[in-house]
Structure formats: structure tokens, C-alpha cells
């Protein structure tokens, strides 16, 4: 997990991130985040963030999530 940053003071690694280095589509691993949070609510624990991030070529807008280690865990297993 080489391509973890630091995010509010935790160790984080981005969607498309994850996408990439599985070698997945990022609409496919958004929609798996969206399905962990779905769980974690049931659970009560701390839920996936989203937040956006700028395409460097096209200067657009798009969402990205947010995983803190244990969440990319949780979502790779």
C-alpha cells in the first residue's frame, strides 16, 4: 500500500486508486463503497468519505471515496 496519503490525520487511499492497482472499473469499486457503507451503517462504524477530485486533462470535476486503511482492507477482503 505504497499509494496510502494522509487525510485528516489518517492514512488514506483514494478510489480510483484502489481501482487502478485491482485493475477495475472505478464505477465498480464505487459501487462496492457504496454497498461497505451500506454495512458499516448497520454496524455503526465510521462510514466511507466522498469527496471530489479535478481531472488534471479536462480541468472537470469528479467524486472519488476516501478509504482509511482498515476500510481499503475491508473493502479488498
Do not use: W
Not at 496519503?5 to 464505487?30: G, P, Q
Request: net charge negative; glycine share 2%.
Amino acid at each position: 500500500m505504497n499509494e496510502l496519503l494522509t487525510f485528516n490525520n489518517e492514512l488514506t487511499m483514494s478510489s480510483r486508486e484502489i481501482a487502478t492497482l485491482c485493475n477495475k472499473r472505478h464505477d465498480h469499486v464505487c459501487r462496492d463503497i457504496k454497498n461497505l457503507n451500506l454495512e458499516y451503517g448497520k454496524l455503526s462504524l465510521p462510514k466511507v468519505e466522498q469527496c471530489d477530485y479535478t481531472h488534471e486533462q479536462n480541468g472537470q470535476t469528479y467524486r472519488e471515496f476516501r478509504l482509511t486503511k482498515e476500510q481499503t482492507i475491508d473493502l479488498i477482503t
